[in-house]
């Protein structure tokens, strides 16, 4: 496993922790961790941090920084119904497998990702053998991020960088206030999906077809 860590503690980038925190998109500081201090952190600190005993936290890793992972009650139950929902398609269209939230996956050496749900092809594994390894090198073919009240603009679009960078072929943002889905095909191909509008898998997913109305009603609704 590769612990390389991206951004140097000396980068002459970076001037002021101000410096860093627009490096990072403007996260809340409340989720930059300040231990192993940023530039140091390396992917055995996002194992370690995820089994921490007793608050465990779901770190990325980003250019040697740890981020924690956003979360929320609703967002993780839509999150939940979509990989209940994917997970029936795929019982009938073996085309690969589906990850949930806690699924560390390494992008490139030093940056760690962890989306809400994704889903890898078989074509990704070599036998269909799954790796052993609790963080492989394993960009997904779909990423689907819910976003969060603490997510901004800047954070998704680096966000959104590195995984096309990284090989992904699809990343769905899923916006549940505005109970809309912006589906990125590249960095500059997005269509917005409204609720009447009918999800589609494209290429990644073929035959995956899901109506927004369906899948925000399974969810429940939340109160305003």
Known sequence: MSTMAV???TDETLETFADLH?????????????????????EADVLR???QEPRKRLCELVDGVLVEKA????????????????????????????LG???????SPGQVRIPDVSFIAWERFPNRELPAEPMPDLPPDLAVEVMSASNT????????????????????????????????????????????????????????????????????????
């Open 7 to 9: 951004l140097s503690p």
């Open 22 to 42: 627009a490096r990072l998109g403007g996260v809340p500081l409340d989720r930059i961790l300040c231990h192993p201090a940023p530039g140091t952190a390396t």
């Open 71 to 98: 979360v929320g009650f609703y967002e993780s139950l839509l999150a939940a119904t979509l990989i209940r929902l994917l997970g029936n398609f795929l019982d009938v269209r073996d085309l690969g497998i589906v």
């Open 101 to 107: 939230a806690d699924a560390t996956l390494r992008l």
């Open 153 to 224: 603009r800047a954070e998704m679009a680096r966000k959104l960088r590195d995984y096309f960078a990284a090989g992904v072929r699809l990343v769905w943002y899923v916006y549940p206030e505005q109970r809309t889905v912006h589906v990125y095909t590249s960095l500059p191909d997005v269509r917005v999906f409204q609720e009447t509008d009918v999800l589609d898998g494209g290429v990644v997913l073929p035959g995956f077809q899901l109506t927004l109305q369906e899948w925000f009603a399974r969810a429940g609704h939340r109160r305003g």
């Open 49 to 51: 941090y995820a089994e």
